[in-house]
């Protein structure tokens, strides 16, 4: 069996600032981390490699950078890394993001069948969680969504059976391979990264693809493929009304008049509070 | 959302790209009525108050379009998207959509979209509506703006301002679709207010009739597990939430929020950085990456009041912040600010409702005295 795993190399704060021409982010001098949502599906798909044998190629689209990132992945136990990286890659939103992955996964499928796509649930930095259905769908894959826990998968019947966390509950969804899945966060823990995995990481080949080896239209890729533009970047505004700055010398004071004031000022918060503190009494006394 | 993130009403520069003239025959603004098992979800309602504002501006109708199974919940479902707002509603009935699934209601979105030509197309980010939105937006190649906190239309080419948080920074960005339509984006539960639920207002029904056929759908839902509702916290429908941030310092003191959430009836809410300590559960972060929370009181006890935060709690009608830094910018838009210490105010602030409550109580138990 074969596994992608994609990842995604983010800024570790939030001390990012936005280019005031470009209205785009820059990213010099900010210390970077794999997308933390992404070690959640790198472990999942270790684990599978753990009972099956499996091979797990891990792929990232960004800067030359993003080379470190998928090192980390090799020194956890990912088998082989690309970078998918070129100039005319970069502005996408997630529309120019997916096409640009799909095309690289189909890349790989060429070379070796590719049976499951993980992803993470979403990024920090985008926060969007539309990479992964945009993959799925542009591949043609099954999708399966906030995944919680894979219960069964064989190569051989190319069957899958997971519990996907729905609104309201769990869906348990039987599918059918190649499938896409995006893992749910907390559903697992990474492993430590070993000796022997540092130093072969360290030595590996990360292979760069640029956009003759994936063979991409330039119309639909990086900032020219992506249908949304930000128009403006602006910060919050104050409230027209200051906040009322309660007075008093002590702790004790200050917490009473504040009480004294909101009460007087928004009665039926009174009420309601003690509506509120009568009915969670009554279901204690239930309990 | 407060007024205060929404993109003021004039046209905003934008970068040049001009609108393909066989785009603009697309009219109408659409909002997915989500739905599992028979519940809807409220986003859908809230949606409907916003896309009811943002139809107006354009002077065009609004709808709402359901897709489900044969069964009775979708007939039951019709009559609430009149009632909260919407001028007509498309009805697609189908054995296979019983259960939400991506690859049917994919296919069966498309389709309406493809046949109605709706400019606008607006889903709740909930694990459905982000499901179904990633790959409806791809199948028709239109762009997507996720988990937007404003929304309103440019009265100069009317497209659809959609706003977010920009990454990192204490910045807001507005994002415009100049290329391609129709203009997708997907709202939170609880960034709009729940809008007036008007019964008996007139509305269309247009019922589509989907070709779908089970076999060709290969993914099955095998069984469904509804939450047991009690054992999570109910953030996003609290009335009462007391909030704790890094200024909390250490575990320990994040404990005198939980106190003082506790005597006021509150569920306990935490900034990002919180939840990243082990102070509280993920469950209760509050924020872009977090839950939307919209009660009648929130309190920020040692929580600066970053934009990322700012945007899952500002719709709460009162908010008072706690912070020794007066130039915080939570006082930007709190309306009260006890500025101190919070380990030292949280444990008064709890005697003083303490107080305050008890008497209250005595004066329920006692309406004669209080009249005398
Ligand atoms: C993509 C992205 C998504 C994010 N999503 C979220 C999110 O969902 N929710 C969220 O909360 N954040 C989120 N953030 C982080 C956000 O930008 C802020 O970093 C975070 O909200 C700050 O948390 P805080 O206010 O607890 O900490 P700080 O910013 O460190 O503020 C602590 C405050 O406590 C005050 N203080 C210190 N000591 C005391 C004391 N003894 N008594 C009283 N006051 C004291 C300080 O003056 C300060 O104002 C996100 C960031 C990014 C980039
Ligand atoms: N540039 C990228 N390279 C590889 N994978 C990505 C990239 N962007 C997003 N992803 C994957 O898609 C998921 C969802 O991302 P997002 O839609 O940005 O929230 C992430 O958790 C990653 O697994």
Known sequence: MHIAVCIKQ?????????????????????????????????????????RTAAKVTVLTMGPPQADDALRKCLAFGADEAVLITDKVFSG?????????????????????????????KQTIDGDTAQVGPGIATRLGYQLLTYVSKIRELDADSRRILVERRAEGGVQVLESALPAVVTMLEGTNEIRFADMPGMF????????????????????????????????????????????????????????EAFVDRLFADYPHLEEAMLEHLEQVDRQGAKE | MSDALDTAAKPIKKPKRVLPEHFKSYKGVWVFIEHEHGHPHPVSWELLGKGRELADKLGVELAGVLLGGTGGEVAALVKDVGAYGADLCY????????????????????????????????????????????????????????????????????????????FGGSLMCTIV???????????????????????????????????????????????????????????????????????????????????????????????????????????RQVGQSGKTVRPKLYIAAGISGAVQHRV?????????????????????????????????????LEQAFARRLAAARTRRANPAEETV
């Open chain 2, 312 to 348: 899952g709690m500002e719709g709460a009608d009162v908010i008072a912040g706690i912070n020794l830094d007066p130039e915080a910018p939570i006082f930007d838009f709190a309306n009260y600010a006890l500025i101190g210490n919070v380990t030292e105010l949280l444990p008064a």
């Open chain 1, 92 to 120: 996408a939103d997630t529309l120019a993001t997916s096409y640009v992955l799909a095309a690289a996964l189909k890349t790989l499928d060429a070379r070796e069948p590719v049976d499951l796509v993980f992803t993470g």
């Open chain 1, 10 to 50: 983010v800024p570790d704060s939030a001390q990012i600032r936005v280019h005031p021409v470009t209205n785009t982010i820059m990213r010099q001098g900010v210390p970077t981390i794999i997308n933390p949502y992404d070690l959640f599906a790198l472990e999942e798909a270790l684990r599978i490699k753990d």
């Open chain 2, 91 to 166: 009805v697609a009935r189908h054995p296979v959509l019983d259960d939400y699934r991506n690859q049917p209601y994919t296919l069966g979105m498309t389709e309406l979209v493809n046949t109605y030509q709706p400019e606008i197309l607006l889903l709740g980010a909930t694990t459905q509506g982000r499901d179904l939105a990633g790959s409806v937006a791809t199948t028709l190649l239109t762009g997507l703006t996720a988990d937007c906190t404003g929304l309103d239309i440019d009265p100069g080419d009317r497209s659809l301002l959609s706003s977010r948080p920009t």
């Open chain 2, 177 to 283: 679709n100049l290329a391609t339509r129709p203009q997708m984006a997907t709202v939170r539960p609880r960034v709009m207010p729940m809008p007036a639920r008007v019964p008996d207002r007139p509305l269309r029904v247009v019922e589509h009739a989907l070709q779908l056929d089970e076999s060709a759908i290969v993914t099955k839902v095998v069984d469904f597990i509804p939450d047991a509702r009690a054992d999570k916290p109910q953030l996003p429908f609290a009335d009462f939430i007391v909030s704790g941030g890094r200024g909390l310092g250490k575990p320990e003191n994040f404990a005198l929020v939980e106190s003082l959430a506790r005597t006021i009836g509150a569920e306990v809410g935490a900034s990002r950085p919180a939840v990243h300590a082990g102070w509280a559960e993920v469950e």
């Open chain 1, 200 to 255: 072969r990481a360290a030595r590996q080949e990360v292979e760069r693809w640029n956009r003759d080896a994936i063979g991409v239209d330039l119309a639909k890729v990086g900032l020219k493929g992506s249908p949304t533009v930000v128009a403006q970047v602006f910060g919050p505004k104050p409230k027209a009304v200051k906040a009322f700055r309660v007075a008093g010398d002590t702790p004790a004071a200050m917490a």
